[in-house]
């Protein structure tokens, strides 16, 4: 399967706006953003698990890029309530599931191959706004990308860094880009060197976004 995969192209998606697709574990439904393969595939997707879903223990050859949009997600490992980024690195491995159900924002094969950083952290939730209405907090830098949470005050703008592509998802609240209206659950991708300003609605916004990572954009390997 190829989807949304020429990277020199912008895309905005409405996630809200797509119809959920079974997975092959019942009780696990996605909405499928981007995806170069079958079910090993480099993908950008919306998970939901049902109450007591889970996926059966697998290994993220890849790597796995999660973020807990509502409810709680579980591994193994522990509880990942709404509003954890996790970075679970190639080799790495977990039984995945929720007792409650939750949905989360999940990328998968988007990592160096040779990456064994692990990251778990909570993106804040009332960060207080600079000066210029804008909070920006970092969860993970490295030489391939940057991945920061920022909150926007009404009306705030700020430009996209858009060296190596920009990728963002909306958390809360609204934005304009390029006359586009996002929303929560929207999702644009931005290709190397196209400028982007965004700009908060009257609510502000929360936004996850990665910068840098679209250059080294490829299939997955067996």
Not at 5 to 32: C, K, N, Y
Not at 87 to 99: I, M
Not at 119 to 148: F, I, K, Q, S, Y
Not at 162 to 188: I, N, P
């Amino acid at each position: 399967m190829a989807l949304n995969s020429d990277f020199s192209t912008r895309v905005l998606i409405h996630s809200d706006a797509l119809e959920w697709q079974a997975s092959p574990m019942p009780g696990v439904d996605r909405r499928m953003l981007d995806r170069i393969g079958d079910e090993v595939a480099r993908a950008t997707s919306i998970v939901r698990y049902a109450p007591d879903s889970h996926f059966s223990a697998h290994t993220h050859s890849g790597g796995e890029e999660f973020i807990v949009l509502d409810g709680v997600f579980q591994d193994e490992h522990g509880d990942y309530p709404a509003g954890t980024y996790v970075r679970n690195p190639p080799t790495s491995s977990h039984t995945p599931g929720s007792t409650s159900g939750c949905t989360i924002f999940v990328k998968l094969w988007q990592f160096d191959l040779d990456d064994r950083t692990h990251v778990c952290t909570h993106m804040p939730a009332n960060a207080v706004a600079t000066e210029n209405g804008v909070t920006a907090t970092v969860l993970h830098r490295d030489a391939r990308e940057t991945v920061t949470h920022l909150q926007l005050e009404a009306n705030a703008s700020f430009d996209i860094d858009t060296q190596g592509g920009a990728e963002l998802l909306m958390l809360a609240g609204s934005v304009t880009a390029a006359s586009d209206g996002l929303r929560k659950g929207s999702w644009l991708r931005v290709p190397d060197g196209d400028t982007q300003q965004i700009t908060a609605g009257q609510h502000g916004a929360r936004i996850w976004i990665k910068t840098g990572h679209l250059r080294y954009a490829c299939a997955p390997t067996a």
